[in-house]
């Protein structure tokens, strides 16, 4: 074979390659403007990679972990670019940890006297002498009007000498008048920060394996619970939540919240029973949508419902009865209950298999109690092959999971790709979630596109932005479209559509939101090429 000949069979398998790849079809039916509107984010992509990353370093942007490129990213006409962009729906994000966590923290602020905070005494000493990463000891905090032990009053903060652990102060106090050598209020801010968050130092070197990083995730998500259980403050990050959801032009939510759920009345600071929880986040939508009504604004936000969700640590009995409490509330408040689900680790609780028959029976229950929730369960949220965690997707396809949250090593498995192809089952992928609690170490090695390409259904979620740092959907998207030299911003709006079309919106809505969206795109393209269009 000669060389002209090689080049030749070269190109012919490219060719034939790129064809069987899902967003090869998308380029068949588009608009003038839709394909100039790809180009011209091609080429501003192309230059950046030399611009931008290549200029002062090895790796290319797919290569460099979020958290040491996050700042750099926000920078970026890529970026930019992708905040304009519609995304249509967000369909994996878990309550309380989807806001920043800073304006949590001057949330909480605003109540002085509601909140009060503890040493663990499983923290084993007194915070002045230990040489411990205060950064590594772990706080409790409480809006409960019922705590026991109190702090004497002439104990001032948790950091004096003679402080008991385990005993309750009252957290401004104890910010006011926490140890300088630890550094003041400033100091005290920056530990609870990071006790809310997971830092670069902290994925790469403190928490620098999965099980490790796994700890200090779930410790972020216990502390953002408490954080954020006192209803005005619960009432506030539902708000900024909505703000931001729509300044990132997400029109639809679907948010994962747990129960049992703790949130504290304002004035009583008794505890709110689930229906009272539902009430208030019932009146506080209809408020934002009134708001945005009266605004002219009513288009650029759909809807927003939650899915019930419970720890995969529960016993049989335990849920059991949060079973029966989800159906009570979808007959209550069908307008807002829209799925549910099982959360926390997979490779340390209960895989699906352990709750089986109890989850066959849940489906029954509801066929005769006249509802219906669909199961949209975490599954496949692991590096393993063939352990529990893995093996979550086949028990999730057998129970009629109707989407598949993260679904990380769902392409390990030929038969149940081709069973989410031929079923449209969707699998909300979060790309860094994924590479934070280190399933992976970048997009270039994340398998969405290989999912995609094999036509299975994806929905581009953030999951835990307050604790990764992603606080808008457009880093997840912007991850994605820089880890490919073949995909393009065609693709992304596809993902985009997708989300919508495996939402659980109603027909009506789900017809509202594919044309809002369509008119947002068409609006969307026409910036691009006004902004950009020297790019030609």
Known sequence: ????????????????????????????????????????????????????????????????????????????????????????????AHFGATVNPRWILDQVYKYPHAYSIRLPKESGSNLLSTDRNLNTILLDFSASCSISPVASDDIQSISD????????????????????????????????????????????????????????FVGAIATLDDLIAYEPVWIAVTL???????EDNVLWVEERLG??????HESSRQPMSPTEILTVLDQTLTSF????????????????????????????????????????LKKDFPHIIAGFDLVGPENTGYPLLHYAELLLNFKHAQAKEGVDIPYLFH?????????DSDQNLYDALLLGSKRIGHGFSLIKHP?????????????????????????????????????????????????DPAVFGN?????????????????????????????????LMNEDEKAKASKNYEKKWEEFAQWVLSEHGDFL
């Not at 979020?66 to 990213?73: R, V």
């Open 259 to 264: 129960f049992p759920c703790d949130v504290f």
């Open 1 to 92: 074979m000669d060389f002209a000949l090689y080049n030749e069979q070269r190109g012919n398998l490219i060719k034939k390659d790129t064809s069987l790849r899902r967003d090869y079809a998308l380029g068949t039916h588009l608009s003038e403007i839709e394909h100039k509107v790809d180009e011209v984010v091609r080429r501003i992509r192309q230059e950046e990679a030399k611009t931008v990353w290549n200029s002062e370093r090895d790796e290319t942007s797919s290569e460099l972990a979020f958290l040491k490129s996050k700042d750099l990213i926000t920078e970026t006409k890529i970026f930019k670019i992708l905040r304009k962009m519609p995304k249509g729906a967000l369909l994996h």
């Open 415 to 463: 038969e149940l790709v081709k069973l989410c192809r031929e079923r449209n089952i969707c699998v909300e992928m979060c790309p860094i979630s994924n590479e934070v609690l280190r399933l992976t170490t970048s997009m270039s090695m994340h398998p969405l596109p290989a999912l995609y390409n094999s036509g299975v259904p994806i929905a581009l979620s953030s999951d």
């Open 289 to 328: 949508k009134e708001g945005l009504k009266t605004q002219g604004k009513e288009a650029e936000f759909i809807g927003y419902k939650i899915v019930f969700t419970a720890l995969r640590t529960r016993t049989h009995e335990e849920l059991e009865t949060l079973m029966r409490l989800c159906i009570q």
């Open 161 to 216: 000498d003679k402080y008991e652990l385990g005993s309750w102060i009252n957290l401004a106090r104890a910010r006011e008048n926490f140890s300088l050598t630890l550094g003041g209020r400033e100091g005290f801010d920056r530990w609870l920060l990071s006790l809310m968050s997971i830092s670069r130092k902290d994925a790469h070197e403190t928490y620098n394996t999965v099980s490790k990083i796994w700890v200090k």
């Open 471 to 503: 606080l808008a959907l457009s880093f997840d998207f912007f991850q994605v479209l820089v880890g490919s030299e073949i995909s393009g911003l065609l693709t992304m709006a596809d993902i985009a559509r997708d989300s919508i079309k495996y939402s």
């Open 240 to 246: 900024e939540f909505l703000r931001n959801c729509i």
């Open 379 to 387: 599954a496949g949220e692991t590096v393993g092959d063939g352990t």
